[in-house]
């Protein structure tokens, strides 16, 4: 095959995509990546019994507010890297600014506690299962993120799956099933 063939057969029933065709991809992906995420959390680990109270501490906030900081640009770099030719520019560093108040605030705790009370809070006691609770919570978010992605074009497959894998942890953790016993937004861990 010639190449003018070959480019001629390529050309043939080409149609524009449309402007917003990223967005309106990933707001699909949200949608049905939260809505999964919550019926994993509901019918596996079901919902915290105090959430009314819980609501009123700021820990409960704090717990949510980073991830959703996380989420934000996760999603935002998402985007950019499931498009061609799109740069990350400075946006690529608004990833460091949840990490970096959070490193603040927990060395500003570990500061202020005991020192025989330190070693407990920087371990924890629910390590083991909550890591694997978000990770499964995270599946639904995962799978759409991904089925958005692939309705585009990355460029950049390894580090458009690792921005949304990060997207998709971040909406796990914002609705993953949290330990009572440190004031968690959702249900319980299995280790408690």
């Not at 019918?43 to 959703?68: C, E, Q, S």
């Not at 520019?89 to 949840?98: E, F, K, M, N």
């Not at 978010?141 to 991904?146: D, H």
Request: aromatic fraction near 8%.
């Amino acid at each position: 095959m010639k190449t003018d063939a070959l480019i001629a057969m390529l050309a043939t029933g080409v149609v524009p995509v449309a402007p917003d065709a990223a967005r309106k991809r990933f707001q699909t992906a949200l949608v049905w990546g939260l809505a999964g995420a919550l019926v994993i959390m509901v019918l596996v680990f079901g919902v915290r019994r105090d959430l009314a109270d819980a609501v009123r501490l700021p820990m409960f906030w704090l717990k949510l507010a980073f991830p959703l900081a996380l989420a934000v640009p996760a999603l935002v770099l998402s985007a950019r890297l499931s498009l061609p030719g799109m740069r990350l520019g400075a946006q690529r560093y608004a990833l460091a600014v949840p990490w970096l108040l959070l490193t603040a605030l927990a060395a500003w705790v570990l500061l202020r506690a005991a020192p025989d009370e330190r070693m407990a809070l920087v371990m924890g006691n629910t390590w083991a299962s909550c890591a694997f609770n978000i990770a499964l919570i995270s599946l639904p978010a995962l799978a759409s993120v991904l089925w958005a992605m692939k309705g585009l074009a990355p460029t950049r497959p390894a580090l458009a799956g690792a921005c949304g894998g990060l997207l998709s942890a971040a909406l796990g953790a914002c609705t993953a099933p949290r330990c009572r016993h440190r004031f968690w937004p959702f249900g319980t861990c299995w280790a408690c």
